[in-house]
């Protein structure tokens, strides 16, 4: 018998080339996409509501008759429909229309509709509802059942997906889903076999728990929830599987390279450091591969820990290579390594997108002869035309920005080609510890969660931008002293040339107010090298100020300066105002952070600045902004084939999580079972090479 997989989505009736065209761009070509291809939510559209009782937002279905309908021509030309019932009207507007529909809109002609209340000119209305003319009875409460809705591509609408999914489901009965699942796990957690649960999700029976199905909770939902998640986690450990397949070079600790470095070093290391660095020594000792993620909060001293790794590589006789996301960034760690390694006699190599020309052929040579140990730069490094000599180490500076397929890739660059590169990945993100569990879960994962010693809390202030002229005030005043500040204007749903735009007119302002400040202004639309340079001045103090966009969020160290304004941080994730918050601290004074907000602050923005203004502590931050905004914010959407979730909801599932991290190294034994769920949850998505 043809599995679901086998049939093509055109046997189904209605459906030609152009629509499976359209299908095959939600990732549908066999029956078994289309049995996947799962409703993220329903609609309640069980009762009549009476137009009277509406209001602003309400998603209903009400039901009554036409008194009149018009054509409004106006900057679009619309068509408004006036229905009414016993308690009041309601406006129907379209703005597409054709002939046809105007002449079935006629007064007196009975309309049922689904839609959005909004506010109009005539009063309330539902813009393009769903309608039928001359409806049948409603069905009795007893038999009436919630309404799938799909996520829907261009030139798809909902009723169609509807019933293409109902003519998908008669295949059940002579075609059922493989159950890849072991029957004692399912017995186990009480949940249903994957036909019986495919089914009820697209049509829930009559009767069915309301409430369940819509907060996602249902049996039957949570069976596909479970097995989407275990498909996610499979997918990673596949990748580790795939990367560790090869060997390493095991880099045993030899020479004096550490301890000379350690004993130049101002500072000794925290507890927490030595630990974590035990961790990497062991990983770099072993003949596979290291997959290591270093989670450290702002100022924690990861990138002190990335050096003692690469010591450990470079006394093995190896090379190693550092990529961070931003030309900002990747300066900033080569001036450190250079700082620190050049003294112990060891060659740097710096390559990004604008070094040109002849230094570029000298890096590109040097690292290939070997004689540059260490290259660092953006993810220019990682271009064909890079060819290393002896490469055992990576570090990647914070991951969230790189995808897994780039872990992948990273393999082809080792020893010979035939040995992996170790890799060392480092986060100034912190990480909840439910979403590194999935999200990472081809890494094992290392922890600095303290801070060096001296290092003074930062003091969090939130006011309204109606105090604006002490805010500057301050700056005034905390510049006198001899100390620096940043001023950081965001408007986030903006277009870059807004945001630039608004720290342009910020940067005026405040150098006219301020005249006796030298001024310093960063931001996206400048180039590399004028950024570059304007940082070097604030790092070196010959700027008081620094007004600039989120550019700065990442990782600039400049330890005089202690005071730090964020304008409209209500626009902000916590985690990225946690990020910019830590720009100051980094040195022995006292230091403050004034988030300056725009009222009225909604609950949600009440809620996020609340828990700055509580807390220090990065991962305390990162649990409260999972919570606030979900997953996709937290991590940056750019982590690839991990948050398209078609049904798990991070924060409802999270119970899940543990439970699978711990079933799934078991069922790697499985490849037929792994490849099968991969192939059903996350469909070509996987193939991170080919991103």
């Known amino acids: 018998m043809a599995s679901l997989d086998d049939i093509s989505v055109t046997e189904l009736k209605g459906v030609g080339s152009a629509l499976a065209e359209k299908l095959g761009k939600l990732g549908i070509q066999s029956m078994q996409d289309l049995l996947f291809h799962l409703p993220y939510r329903y609609e309640d559209r069980t009762r009549v509501v009476p137009m009277g009782n509406l209001r602003v937002g309400d998603i209903a279905v009400v039901e009554g008759e036409v008194m009149k309908t018009d054509l409004i021509m106006g900057r679009r030309r619309s068509l408004q429909v006036t229905l009414r019932d016993n308690s009041g009207f309601l406006v129907l507007r379209f703005f597409h229309f054709n002939a046809a529909q105007k002449n079935q809109l006629s007064e007196g002609a009975r309309v ?4 959005e209340v909004r506010p109009g000119r005539a009063g309330y209305e539902f813009y393009h509802p769903e309608y039928q003319i001359n409806p049948p009875p409603m069905p009795p409460a007893t038999e009436a059942t919630l309404t799938p809705v799909y996520p829907l591509t261009e030139g798809i609408q909902q009723p169609r997906v509807r019933s293409l999914c ?19 796990l399912l017995a186990n957690y009480q949940l249903p076999c994957i036909s019986e649960a495919v089914k009820l999700v697209h049509s829930p029976p009559a009767g069915a728990p309301v409430h369940q199905l819509l907060e996602g909770r249902h049996p039957a939902q949570q069976r596909l929830v479970m097995e989407e998640l275990l498909a996610h986690q499979l997918s990673l450990l596949q990748v580790r599987e795939q990367i560790q397949a090869r060997d390493a070079l095991p880099l045993l600790p030899t020479g004096n390279l550490t301890e000379d470095f350690l004993a130049e070093l101002p500072f000794s290391l925290t507890g927490a450091q030595r630990q974590v660095m035990l961790e ?14 270093v989670q450290g909060d702002v ?8 050096a003692l790794a690469a010591l450990q590589a470079l006394g093995a006789g190896a090379q190693v290579a550092l990529m961070a996301p931003t030309e900002i960034l990747a300066e900033q760690h080569y001036n450190n390594f250079k700082s620190w390694l050049e003294p112990l006699g060891i ?7 604008k070094v040109k020309g002849k230094a570029r052929q000298q890096a590109l040579e040097a690292v290939a002869s070997g004689s540059a140990q260490v290259a660092i730069g953006t993810h220019a490094l990682f271009q064909d035309e890079v060819q290393f000599h002896r490469l055992a180490l990576v570090i990647v500076d914070e991951q969230h920005r790189f995808g897994v397929h780039q872990r992948l890739a990273l393999r082809e660059k080792g020893v010979g080609g035939s040995l992996a590169p170790h890799q060392l990945i480092m986060t100034a993100t912190p990480i909840p ?17 303290e801070l060096p010693p001296g290092r003074k809390p930062i003091e969090t202030i939130v006011v309204p931008d109606s105090r604006r002229e002490d805010i500057i005030e301050r700056v005034m005043s905390a510049c006198r002293e001899g100390r620096q500040a940043y001023w950081v204007c965001t408007l986030i749903d903006e277009s870059e040339a807004l945001q630039c735009q608004a720290a342009e007119v910020t940067a005026q302002e405040l150098t006219e107010r301020l ?14 090298q004028e950024k570059a340079n304007v940082m070097a001045q604030f790092k070196e103090g010959i700027l008081d100020l620094l007004v600039a966009t989120t550019v700065i969020e990442v990782g600039v160290d400049v330890p005089n300066a202690s005071l730090i304004i964020i304008e409209n941080p209500e626009r902000l994730g916590l985690a990225q105002l946690h990020q910019l918050r830590g720009r100051v601290g980094r040195g022995e004074q006292a230091s403050f952070c004034v988030l300056m907000y725009h009222p009225p602050l909604s609950n949600n923005g ?3 600045l609340q828990a700055l203004r509580e807390s220090q502590d990065g991962f305390v931050i990162a649990e409260k902004d999972l919570e606030i905004r979900g997953p996709g914010e937290v991590l940056g959407t750019r982590q690839t084939g991990l948050m398209q979730f078609r049904l798990a909801s991070f924060e409802r599932d999270k119970g899940w999580i543990e439970p699978i991290k711990n079933m799934a190294p078991g069922l790697m034994k499985q490849p037929r079972l792994v490849d099968a769920l991969i192939r059903r949850w996350l469909g070509e998505k996987i193939r991170y090479g080919e991103v």
């Open 299 to 306: 100022g924690s001293g990861k990138t002190v820990v990335a």
């Open 166 to 184: 109902q003519q998908a489901l008669k295949y059940l009965d002579h075609h059922p889903i493989k159950d890849w699942l072991p029957p004692d």
């Open 606 to 608: 009440k809620a996020r």
């Open 515 to 528: 005249p006796d400040l030298r001024v310093g202004l960063v931001h996206g639309r400048l180039k590399a």
């Open 433 to 449: 510890r439910t979403l590194a569990m999935s999200a990472y879960a081809d890494l094992d994962t290392s922890i600095i969660d």
């Open 112 to 115: 049922r509709c689904f839609g």
């Open 280 to 293: 990497i020594r062991q990983d770099l000792s072993q003949p596979i591969p290291m997959l290591r993620l």
């Open 347 to 353: 060659q740097l190599a710096w390559l990004s997108g």
